[in-house]
């Protein structure tokens, strides 16, 4: 009885997964599980299956077979909106902001359609007051404070993808997906948008799909390497680093790019 009411020991667990498009199997019995406040980057050459991995997990794709697991209970098969009111957020990369909206108004609507305002107008109002002062409290957490009444589309790039950030962790899902969160940015940027992702998503649980090694080594407490559908290796920066099948599978070239750029 007490594995039904505990806790799981897991945020995120596939296991055994699979994905075929026709007769191709791309996703080929891909298993992992990540704790609870773990932030982990899935690296892995092209093609490798990170973006359809995380299709699987936020609901986008259904799997040909095997599991997905969020907070101990099964969510493969579901679609993305209630994987989300499960407590998992995705970042859709400047298509969940509003471009003809503020960047304050951008973070209430996200806040006010999570707290699911639409009940009674009592209700309404006093969830505004809520949603006001979260929302100013978001603002400070992505450093916005200064833009708070530009509309989204004038916002430089950098910025434009801090407030996705902002409306990404506005339900306060506890399981976070990024999709290259700093992809397009400069160095500067891109060292600033890594300390801020830190501190935003402190005790939540992060996946990211990350190309640039320096992300990856500034970021992540642990990194799955994705290798022709499957996780090779899910381990410390430093052990994966060191460990040779992924030296010789993917990461050695990689690595030395990024030591050679001064990550
Ligand atoms: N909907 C689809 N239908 C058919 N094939 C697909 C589909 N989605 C992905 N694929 C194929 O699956 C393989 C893995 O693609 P995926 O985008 O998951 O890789 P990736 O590791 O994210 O690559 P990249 O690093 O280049 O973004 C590729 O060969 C791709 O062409």
Redesign the pocket.
Known sequence: MNAVTSASDYAIELRDLRKS??K?E?IRGANLAVRPGERVAII??????????F?LISGR?TPSSGEVLLNGQRIDGKKPYEINRMGLARSFQITNVFPKLSVFENLRCALLWTMGYRYTFMRFLSRLHDANARAEELLRMIQLQGKRDVLAVNLPYAEQRALEIGVTIAGGADVILLDEPTAGMSRAETKHFIEMIRQVTEGKTLLT?E?DMGVVFGLADKIAV?VYGEVIAFDTPEAVRANQRVQEAYLGSSVADAQAAGH
Do not use: D, E
Request: overall charge positive; aromatic content about 6%; proline content about 5%.
């Open positions: 498009f026709g191709t791309i892995g050459p092209n093609g490798a299956g990170k973006s359809t991995l299709n794709l799909v190309h994705v």
